[in-house]
Each structure stands twice: as C-alpha cells, then as structure tokens.
C-alpha cells in the first residue's frame, strides 16, 4: 500500500534505504537524531541536505 517492497521495507529497519539515496540520508538522519535524543552529526546532517 506504501509502494515499497518487503524488501526494501525490512531495509529501512536498521537504518538506511540502499535502493534510493535521497530515503537512505533521511533513514540514517532519522536513526541518528532518535539515537542521540534530538542531536545529530554534523555529518550526517550535512548528507542529508547534499541529498536533497
């Protein structure tokens, strides 16, 4: 119902999205800002704006 695959839903559980660079710099931002309670990596938060 969501257009993604079994495959590539099971691919966003840990934290990236393999298939589409823009969804892997949203899933790793994503993980990341739940990770540290708010904060991110300056890089990671630099990969997300590249991304988009």
Known sequence: MN?????QI????PGH?????KLDALSKL???ITENRGNTDHDV????????
Not at 3 to 7: A, T
Not at 10 to 13: A, G, H, N
Not at 45 to 52: D, K, S, T, Y
């Open 17 to 21: 999205a393999s298939f589409d660079q």
């Open 10 to 13: 099971l691919d966003f559980c």
């Open 45 to 52: 938060l630099e990969n997300f704006f590249n991304a988009a």
């Open 3 to 7: 257009g993604f695959s079994d495959d």
């Open 30 to 32: 994503a993980k990341n």
